[in-house]
């Protein structure tokens, strides 16, 4: 068949145009991304997601997506990532719902401007900042979890009034298929868009120019996302992976340590942007903890994890390669190890005698493989994670409230979470995002809301009292200087700068 040609930019990407599970993506031009995009821009220059009722009217068809079709997305995510049901309603729909939900009920508060503190020369004057939608958003999410880091951020989008081009992970081809086919029976048709760009064509995507670009990845797939976006000046939102460490000190409860650590680390195959990447154990407690996540192992996945249904799959054979080679040229299996390449299992795997030039030390993890490391105290443990990358999430374990004290203080990540793992990323009254090589920007409740919204300063003054102000104009004479620096002095003793110009 003869090709049309392109516009500019005249890349390829792939666009998701199937209709029914299991059909191959086809091949398509940016024309269409372009079209959508065009769309997108005359809705929301039409006022279109400006009005409250119709922000409130688009959360409430999310939420009625995902509960008319639960067995969908449970079915989906089983076929791309072997993804037990429960997991998937708990860590993907339950999650998305609650957003949903939460923005629902706080809608108008977070509408509403707010008021500042006015100063002497502002005593009659209105100041306040208004938010508004940004415009048309981009967002990207990642295969770990492709529901929740599609449609979380697109709920925040939603709410801050903006319309949304969604591009799901083409890793995880039935629940982006799913939700190609879902979001136009439920969202406005012109607002509201899917794609599939494939993570080598991104970059050419957001030089499209969007008004916001929301990324979940990796960082070198991050980094090309920000350059392209740096092009047209685009601002982004990015969470990124990195090597998340956990220190497990010598004061803490083992049993409940390693059954959190074990939850954690091995849920969806390994396969998170939040879980524990490595432990840092106290060299008094090591071998208790090790003992203590291989009885976890069993209780939780049975003698043959292959069979237990509670245990999932990597997504694709790229990553098993990449994970079972990490895997094999690091450290002493403590337990696990099997691999089945034709299924893309690999079995929940402990890794002692670790050292910190294993490969498994040196790259992200996805997959569930969990190293462990000794170190003596808790001062090791912070010299250890601070030599390396800001991660997205440190984690620490102890019953002893002043190391908690230090982990959380003495370390720099985009979120800390004590005695637990994840659970701080999940909660929609916590910001959640990376700090330098983990990301910029957060997301979750009202700071999805303010990710999407540009926070417009407002002065709202009358025309009376010019019989002070004209002390500004020109021609400058010492006399007004000297009357405004007075002004000055005083207010700054009682309630900030007079502002008289």
């Not at 503190?117 to 990642?142: F, H, Q």
């Not at 409940?256 to 942007?273: I, K, M, P, V």
């Not at 440190?394 to 019953?399: I, K, L």
């Not at 003495?410 to 994840?422: A, M, P, Q, V």
Request: charged share 20%; proline share 5%.
């Amino acid at each position: 068949m003869s090709t049309p040609p392109s516009p500019s930019p005249a890349r390829w990407f792939r666009a998701l145009r199937r209709t029914r599970l299991g059909e191959p993506c086809l091949k398509t031009y940016p024309l269409e991304c372009v079209d959508l995009l065009r769309r997108a821009r005359v809705a929301f220059q039409a006022g279109r997601t400006l009005k409250e009722n119709f922000r409130l009217a688009q959360l409430e068809a999310v939420v009625r997506m995902l509960e008319e079709h639960e067995c969908d997305f449970v079915d989906a995510l089983g076929r791309d990532l072997h993804k037990p049901r429960f997991e998937t309603v708990m860590s993907e729909l339950l999650l998305v719902k609650n957003e949903a939900l939460y923005a629902f009920s706080n809608l108008k508060k977070w509408m509403q401007p707010q008021h500042v503190e006015r100063n002497l020369s502002t005593t009659l004057d209105e100041c306040l900042v208004v938010n508004e939608p940004l415009g048309v958003v981009l967002i990207a999410g990642t295969w770990s979890s492709p529901v929740q880091m599609c449609l979380v951020p697109l709920v925040g989008a939603i709410a801050a009034g903006n319309c949304a081009i969604i591009n799901p992970s083409e890793c995880t081809s039935h629940t982006s298929e799913l939700l190609h086919r879902l979001i136009p029976l439920y969202l406005d048709n012109e607002c509201f868009h899917v794609i599939l760009a494939g993570a080598s064509d991104l970059p050419e995507v957001v030089e499209l120019k969007f008004d916001h670009v929301f990324f979940t990845g990796n960082r070198e797939e991050g980094n090309r996302i920000a350059q392209a976006a740096a092009r047209t000046l685009t601002p982004v939102t990015l969470i990124l992976g990195g090597k998340n460490p956990c220190y497990v000190d010598c004061q803490c409860d083992i049993a409940t340590t390693a059954q959190r650590l074990a939850w954690a680390r091995f849920h969806n195959a390994g396969q998170s942007l939040v879980a524990p990447d490595y432990i840092l154990c106290h060299a008094d407690v090591k071998a208790r903890l090790v003992q203590a996540l291989k009885c976890c192992l069993m209780q939780f996945y049975g003698p043959d994890p292959r069979e237990s249904r509670s245990f999932g799959r990597m997504v694709n054979l790229e990553i098993f390669n990449r994970t079972r080679d990490m895997l094999w040229r690091s450290g002493k299996v403590a337990m696990g190890g099997q691999v089945i390449e034709a299924e893309k299992y690999i079995a929940p795997t402990i890794l002692t005698d670790v050292a910190e030039s294993d490969p498994i030390m040196q790259q992200d993890v996805f997959g569930p493989v969990l190293p462990v490391l000794t170190v003596n105290n808790e001062d090791e443990a912070i010299a250890f994670i601070n030599k390396q990358e800001k991660p997205l999430c440190v984690y620490a374990y102890s019953n002893n409230s002043k190391v908690i004290s230090r982990l959380m203080s003495e370390t720099s990540s985009g979120s800390f979470c004590s005695n637990d793992s994840i659970l701080q990323s999940l909660m929609v009254a916590l910001p959640f995002g990376g700090v330098g090589a983990s990301g910029t920007g957060s997301y979750h409740g009202r700071y999805s809301f303010d990710t999407f919204s540009h926070r417009k300063s407002c002065l709202l003054r009358g025309t009376r009292f010019e019989c002070v102000t004209y002390l500004r104009y020109p021609p400058y004479e010492d006399r007004n200087l000297s009357l405004m620096t007075w002004a000055s002095t005083l207010s700054q003793k009682s309630q900030g700068w007079c502002q008289i110009l």
